[in-house]
Nanobody, 124 residues
Framework: QVQLVESGGGLVQAGGSLGLSCAASGRAFSSYALGWFRQTPGKEREFVAAIPWSGKSTNYAASVKDRFTISRDNAKNTVYLQMNSLKPEDTAVYYC?????????????????WGQGTQVTVSS
């Protein structure tokens, strides 16, 4: 069983930066693929970024590529999402997700564990 807790959300102006963290409890964090997803009211949850359990690659949605960076620190059981050049359309609740021995899939159905989410609001 893995529990995920996101933090770091908040209000930022367009063009600014924000860093999210997701701390995981449980064993064998290094064996889990981790993903970030986001959701706005009335819309489906969408993929943002993912990193496989190996940590040897990353995967990004086209809308955030070159602006967001996902990384992991296995010693701290934490995955990060650094968000730069933020736009109002990045406003959403951001969720982290985990699956054991995952490959960094963009599919929601691939993930077993989910956090409760953290709100990110980008003002214009």
């Amino acid at each position: 069983q893995v529990q995920l807790v996101e933090s770091g959300g908040g209000l930022v102006q367009a063009g600014g930066s924000l860093g999210l963290s997701c701390a995981a409890s449980g064993r064998a964090f290094s064996s889990y693929a981790l993903g970030w997803f986001r959701q706005t009211p009335g819309k489906e949850r969408e993929f943002v970024a993912a990193i496989p359990w190996s940590g040897k690659s990353t995967n990004y949605a086209a809308s955030v590529k070159d602006r967001f960076t996902i990384s992991r620190d296995n010693a701290k059981n934490t995955v990060y999402l650094q968000m730069n050049s933020l736009k109002p359309e990045d406003t959403a609740v951001y969720y982290c997700a985990a699956v054991r021995y995952g490959l960094g899939s963009p599919s929601l159905q691939s993930y077993t564990y989910w956090g409760q989410g953290t709100q990110v609001t980008v003002s214009s």
